[in-house]
């Protein structure tokens, strides 16, 4: 079984620790603690976060910061960031049988309900914003 990428949830809890705990030293060994992960992870989903924007890092400096507000945020450039677009939500299986009436059009017969369900998912993730998810863990907290 494909399991969905977890870099997109990952990218959203560095952005929220950032937003949350502004008076900690948000390196990758502490943020790792949180998402209980690697901090080479954390280190790698940083990268393509400060490369859209996102975050602030300085060579020699340990820690990260936002460079945007969390209201500017949202989740679909997030996904973006991340790189959990580069893939569509689903996925079709390829190297059907041919010459079966259900391997030879599986394909086309679900394109347009895949493509519909991915365009609802981004408009989703493009009406909520990382303050949306800070405000949300603290009122849970």
Known sequence: MTQISTRFSVGVHILAMLAICKDCVNTSDYIAGSVNTNPVVIRRLTGLLKKAGFVHTS??????????KPEE????????????????????????????????????????????????????????????IVNSIKESS
């Open 73 to 132: 945020i949202t989740l679909l450039d997030i996904y973006r960031a991340v790189g959990a677009s580069k893939n569509t939500l689903f996925d079709v299986h390829r190297h059907t049988n041919e010459k079966c009436p259900v391997g030879a059009n599986i394909q086309s017969a679900l394109a347009n309900t895949l493509e519909v369900t991915q365009r609802a998912l981004e408009r989703e993730l493009e009406s909520k914003t990382l303050a949306d």
């Open 59 to 68: 060579t020699g400096v340990a820690g990260a910061t936002l460079a945007k």
